[in-house]
């Protein structure tokens, strides 16, 4: 595995991938879900390029930049491993200049549910992605479901930019517990996890309900709104979408997505379910 920190050394290790390429861009403190992104991308092609980057931009005042949960040592170890050809490790002046061209997310779409609660979040997710997307030159790129309203607007960004990279959407990956996997888990104490489990519970309300026939959205956004009170800090948001992201007021099987955020402590968590 070659370990690149700048844009020259990426470039000439890059030229040396004669084949197709999968890349996983993350933040880091690798769990087993960017493995399952990583173990795909090896599946699907000859060669694996991951980066690492904390990206500033996608951080809003006052969020958690300064006490982002760094590994570097354990991800690379985890990288080589799992057979990565190529990790880049930029820092922010690598990857961002003075007066920069922006990419801005689309008005509705951007702001709504995670765009709302961290308004400007998305216009850095997406600026370091078009980055690192022409940068990689990969033929396909991998990003977890976890971060739904994310894969949605990096395929219209992809579609809307005509990218040469498919946008493949990855499974969410669970605990045995049930909650899923993110680098903020280990903010959470003992207590706190425990709470934190009434999200993935609130969503396997959610299915078993709409197994027993019930598709009103209200209905069900209720009862699961009902359920995290029990136990988390807040609730930012329960709401249900279509796969364009627009509300919905009956569940559409095979188009729907159920989605939370929710305050454990001050560990903000998202999760969500695909029907
Ligand atoms: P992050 O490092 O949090 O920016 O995540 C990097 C990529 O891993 C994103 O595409 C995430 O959606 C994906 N990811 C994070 N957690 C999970 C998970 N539990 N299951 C599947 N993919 C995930």
């Known amino acids: 595995m070659i370990v690149t920190k700048t844009i ?4 000439i290790a ?8 999968g890349f996983v861009p993350t933040m880091g403190a690798l769990h087993k879900g960017h493995l399952s ?13 991951v980066s690492i980057f904390v990206n500033p ?5 006052g969020e958690d930049l300064d006490r982002y949960p760094k590994k570097e040592e354990a991800d690379k170890e985890i990288c080589k491993l799992a057979g990565v050809d190529i990790l880049f490790m930029p820092t922010s002046d690598v990857m961002y200049s003075n007066d920069e061209l922006k990419i801005m997310a689309p008005k509705i ?5 995670e765009g709302s609660s961290r308004p400007g979040h998305f216009d850095g997710v997406l600026q370091i992605v078009m980055k690192l997307l022409n940068l990689v030159g990969a033929d396909k790129a991998y990003f977890g479901k976890k971060d739904a309203q994310q894969l949605s607007l990096i395929t219209q960004m992809a579609r809307n930019y005509f990218l040469e990279t498919s946008i493949i959407p990855c499974d969410i990956i669970r605990d ?23 999200i993935p519970r ?3 309300r959610a299915s078993e309900k709409i197994s027993s026939g019930e598709f009103n959205t209200s209905k069900i956004k209720n009862s699961m709104i009902d359920l995290l009170r029990e136990g988390v800090s807040a609730v930012e948001y ?24 929710a305050k454990v402590g001050t560990t903000r968590l998202i999760d969500n379910l695909w029907i």
Do not use: H, M, P, W
């Open 8 to 11: 020259d050394e990426f470039k």
């Open 14 to 21: 890059r030229k040396t991938l004669k084949g197709s390429i």
């Open 37 to 49: 992104l990583i173990q795909k991308a090896k599946e699907e092609n000859e060669f694996v390029v």
């Open 109 to 113: 779409r951007g702001y709504i549910l």
């Open 238 to 261: 329960v709401e249900i979408v279509n796969r364009d992201f627009k509300l919905i007021d009956e569940i559409e099987i095979g188009n729907t997505i159920i989605l939370v955020a």
């Open 57 to 61: 931009t996608q951080f809003l005042e």
């Open 176 to 198: 045995n517990d049930g909650l899923a996997l993110s680098s903020r888990n280990v903010y959470l104490s003992k207590e706190e996890r425990q709470a934190a489990l009434l």
């Open 202 to 204: 609130s969503l396997q």
